[in-house]
């Protein structure tokens, strides 16, 4: 007796074309909000972008001396944004949102300070994506940023682990240059003919927003070396790190 035949257009998806398809959508998402990363600086609050901007300047000139600070400040604010959404979101306690966010903070800083290697080895991961990101926007290649920000990231990851004094200077210079950048231009966009000017030149020249952040970068790894950051620094025993 013959099989009874199936149509083709019945049959299951196979788990592999359906992870597949899974994974596509998935890079196909995180390529459009990549892309429409600079947007996010008009919803970022003043109470907010205000602490940017000082937390940012400090990053990217003394970034190297104060660098295990910085990299418990950076994980506080990861851990309070990750604890925030966990409660609003996922616990479906909005009104608790705020003990989430103190949670996270303190969960992510205290593991800061005894795993800084690890931290700065991630950060430079970040750092090295904000980088390929940047690159990607200005050649104009927003098909291709998700992947930029893949190699960026890995890039930063094993040179972080390889030349961990320098990476810690364009680690600390990179994501300083990012958040003073979001924080006064999100201040500048508040203002209705200053923000409307920034908005226009934004959306008209690809350049502009990578040269925003890629000139102060470039400042800051010029300054902290020039300074000797990166011999001067000391741990708490006295010896260079």
């Not at 940012?56 to 506080?76: D, E, P």
């Not at 961990?164 to 203002?191: K, N, P, Q, Y």
Request: proline share 5%.
């Amino acid at each position: 007796m013959l099989a009874q035949q199936i149509p083709v257009d019945r049959l299951p998806l196979p788990e592999a074309a359906r992870l597949e398809a899974e994974a596509r959508e998935l890079a196909t998402r995180a390529a459009e909000f990549l892309a429409a990363l600079p947007q996010t600086m008009d919803h970022i609050e003043w109470y907010v972008a205000v602490p940017l901007v000082p937390m940012g300047v400090i990053s990217l000139l003394y970034g190297y001396r104060v660098f295990k600070g910085v990299v418990m400040v950076y994980s506080a604010v990861l851990g309070a944004a990750a604890g925030w959404w966990l409660a609003a979101t996922q616990f479906s306690q909005p009104h608790l949102a705020w003990v989430g966010g103190l949670i996270g903070a303190a969960v992510m800083a205290l593991l800061a300070w005894p795993l800084v290697r690890y931290f700065v080895c991630f950060w430079g991961a970040v750092a090295g994506g904000l980088a390929g990101w940047a690159v990607a926007r200005a050649v104009g290649g927003e098909h291709a940023m998700l992947i930029a920000v893949v190699g960026g990231s890995l890039a930063g990851l094993i040179l972080a682990g390889v030349v961990f004094r320098v990476m810690i200077v364009v680690t600390t210079s990179v994501i300083g240059a990012h958040l003073a950048v979001f924080g006064a231009a999100s201040l500048l966009l508040a203002e209705p003919h200053l923000g409307g000017l920034l908005r226009e030149h934004l959306a008209s020249n690809r350049y502009l927003f990578p040269l925003m952040v890629a000139v102060p970068a470039l400042f800051g790894v010029v300054y902290q070396f020039w300074r000797g950051e990166d011999r001067d620094a000391k741990d708490d025993d006295g010896k260079e790190e």
